[in-house]
């Protein structure tokens, strides 16, 4: 049976920028809360010890050793599972020695990823890669004055070019400004889901 957790009126019901920002800096919890998320179930201390332990030293679960879990399994029950429970996130029984998230936790979708993938470039970044791609192929072939490309003047490519970077700095700007306040853009969102259709 899930653990349920009752609003008092000393607990928010929503998050601040501030309690999610302070959460989701330490790496351990955002492990913990990503692994929570998948599982979608309770989970006791042990198991999300362990899971935890093998995403850290990027070893099957079966292969984590005692001392690895353990430091894991203090830190958590000392510290992170603590904070995470107080703030409303997640309730974690201590008799019972068992986890679960609290509809709260949804609100950190949109600003968790998988931890436990490798680093890889952002949508922005690939993003401009591919716009500097297509400017250096566009002034390639405006310099061998292939038709038709011969037809527009040099200028008209350069200006089609810096707009083309303005544009896309503008909706840059935009859409980190409208993240921090904790929404994402439409522009986010495709270049999100236009990344996960390539990894598919």
Do not use: C
């Not at 998320?37 to 292969?63: G, K, P, Y």
């Not at 192929?137 to 490309?149: E, I, K, Y």
């Amino acid at each position: 049976m899930s653990v349920q957790r009752v609003f008092t009126d000393d607990k928010a019901e929503r998050l601040t920028k501030d309690a999610i920002y302070s959460m989701l800096s330490n790496r351990r919890r955002r492990l913990v809360l990503n692994h929570l998320r998948r599982t979608e179930a309770d989970i006791s201390v042990r198991d999300l010890s362990e899971a935890v332990a093998a995403l850290e030293n990027d070893i099957d679960a079966s292969e984590v050793t005692y001392k690895q879990r353990k430091r894991v399994y203090t830190s958590l029950h000392q510290t992170h599972l603590p904070k995470l429970d107080d703030v409303g996130v997640l309730v974690y029984d201590r008799d019972r020695g068992i986890i679960s998230l609290t509809p709260l936790a949804t609100e950190l979708d949109s600003f968790l990823v998988d931890a436990d993938e490798p680093p890889r470039p952002t949508s922005w970044s690939v993003y401009y890669l591919g716009l500097s791609a297509l400017s250096i192929v566009l002034v390639s072939l405006a310099w061998t004055r292939v038709f038709p490309f011969s037809l527009v003047p040099d200028l008209g490519y350069g200006l089609l070019i810096g707009v083309g970077f303005a544009v896309s700095a503008a909706l840059h700007v935009y859409a980190e400004r409208r993240t921090e306040a904790g929404e994402v853009p439409r522009v986010v969102a495709l270049l999100t889901d236009s990344r996960r259709r390539n990894d598919d």
